[in-house]
């Protein structure tokens, strides 16, 4: 199958015998082989970018992108091919890709300045905005071939450039007030100057006259004199009359100075007083923005990690249901095979247990043939002896070598103690008077004392109570009884 492009278009092959993808304007598609065609014509994406600046007002900024793939690069190309091309250039995704890259960069760029230079600086703005989108379209083949930022909108709720272009309106018609205030100022000063001159040009034309008069109607020098002296005192008049004038004209005109900075003032202070109330309100605004802004970031925040650990609850929960699997089988496993080890373990007692049992029997059935042979052995030798159960005993003991054993024993028992025998007499013969016996019984007792406290103290080294008596060194019979 031959396929042939439009002007504006490529084709994107890729399958058999290609190693990646091949762009071409025509070609053939064998089996085995897919293609797709791409339109390489520019769109327009029109953004109204949300920003805020670095005294953290918020903004909008309107600005229109004329985007398509970079055509003279043919390594631009094949990422856009491969990146961009089975997607529509107005659906969702592209229009999403493209203005989070755009929202991104004029977002960190504003951030960087301030209100005041990015609205001065709106050319330099656009630049670095461009440039800056420009690196990162680069990653999927894109260029920009136009863009045009619009002038800056206020967000509704912060109305900043509203609050400007107020502010610069009442200092343009404070300034306007002021200027038609000096305006006035210097009319009516010119007025009043303008009238002054004219009366005194007037009242001098007239002495001027009278004067001429008075010397062609005078007579003689003291006519001349009295003239002169007259038009001496009415100039001394109209100089008064001038410095009277002069003065009222200097008091109003420190009137007029007076009303003007009295006016300048109020101005002044009217402006400071909107100008304060002006900063208030952005002051107000920004903390309100500076709310806004963080309630956004703690929300954002929560529903991170909400939606983190929600996706980690749901590992974890299929990591244990795996490893239950897992456990359950190997146990059931571990069951059949403990089943199968006690049922041979139960087998093989069963057989020991047999063969003890008839090891048992046997042995038992032995003892009782023993017995019932040692019973009539016994039987036989008690019918020899008469009857005679102690000869019976006595023989058995014997052939046993029981007394040999005893007689081992009692020898043992007494080897080391090498016992000492003193032998004792009490001097009385046997022909006592018989009438004494109770007094004869009560002197063997006290006869039996020296021996045994004797024998005492040799065994152990302890002497009888100085009060029962003494022991005397040559072992004889006789004691001391205190």
């Known amino acids: 199958m031959y396929k042939v492009a439009s002007p504006s278009e490529y084709l994107v092959i890729t399958g058999v015998g290609i190693e990646d993808i091949r762009l071409a304007k025509k070609g053939w598609i064998l089996p085995g082989q897919s293609y797709i065609i791409f339109d390489m014509s520019p769109v327009n994406y029109t953004f109204e970018v949300q920003a805020m600046s670095s005294e953290k007002l918020p903004f909008m900024l309107p600005a229109v992108f004329t985007i398509g793939p970079r055509i003279d690069d043919m390594p631009s190309l094949h990422k856009y091919a491969k990146l961009i091309s089975r997607h529509d250039k107005l659906s969702t995704h592209v229009k999403e890709l493209v203005q989070g890259i755009i929202e991104g960069e004029t977002r960190v760029l504003a951030a960087s300045m301030t209100m005041e230079e990015v609205f001065k600086g709106t050319k330099e703005f656009k630049q670095e905005v461009f440039g800056k989108v420009q690196l990162e379209l680069n990653q999927f083949g894109l260029l920009i071939y136009n863009a045009n930022v619009k002038q800056l909108v206020d967000v509704p709720g912060h109305e900043y ?60 020098r003291m006519a001349e004199i009295k003239v002169k002296a007259e038009v ?49 309100e952005v002051e107000r605004m920004n903390a309100l923005t500076i709310t806004e802004k963080l309630k956004a970031e703690f929300l954002s925040k929560a529903s991170v990690e909400y939606e983190t650990k929600v996706q ?6 299929y990591i244990k249901q795996k490893a239950a699997e897992a456990i359950l089988y190997q146990r059931e496993k571990e069951a059949e095979a403990q089943k199968a080890i006690a049922e041979a373990e139960l087998y093989a007692r069963q057989q020991v247990a047999d063969g003890e049992f008839y090891a048992k029997k046997k042995e038992a059935e032995g003892l009782m043939a023993l017995g019932q042979a040692q019973g009539a052995y016994l039987r ?15 023989f058995m003991m014997i052939k046993s070598g029981m007394f040999q054993e005893i007689a081992k024993i009692n020898a043992e028992a007494v080897r080391g103690l090498q016992p000492k025998i003193s032998i004792w007499t009490n001097g009385g013969g046997e022909g006592g008077d018989g009438g004494h016996g ?7 007792v006290y006869k039996m004392l020296p ?5 005492v103290h040799e065994q152990t080294g302890m002497l009888p109570p100085a009060w029962m008596g003494t022991l005397s060194d040559s072992h004889s019979t006789s004691s001391a009884l205190n």
């Open 232 to 280: 001496k005192v009415y100039e001394n008049v109209r100089e008064a009359e001038v410095a009277e004038a002069n003065a009222e004209l200097a008091k109003k005109k420190a009137g007029w100075a007076k009303e003007a900075q009295v006016a300048e003032v109020e101005a002044v202070k009217a402006v400071a007083l909107r100008d304060a109330e002006l900063q208030k």
């Open 380 to 394: 036989t030798l008690l019918d020899a002896v008469g009857g005679n159960y102690a000869a019976m005993r006595d």
């Open 451 to 455: 021996p045994l406290f004797k024998t």
């Open 161 to 220: 450039f509203s609050y400007l272009g107020q502010k610069t309106q009442m200092e343009a018609a404070n300034q306007a007030k002021v200027d038609v205030a000096e305006a006035r100022k210097k009319g009516e000063i010119g007025s009043k100057e303008r009238e002054g001159l004219t009366l005194q040009n007037a009242s001098k034309i007239d002495a001027e006259t009278k004067i001429y008069a008075t010397r062609r109607g005078g007579e003689g």
């Open 312 to 317: 980690e609850a749901n590992w974890e929960l």
């Open 438 to 444: 109770a007094m004869k019984e009560v002197a063997e």
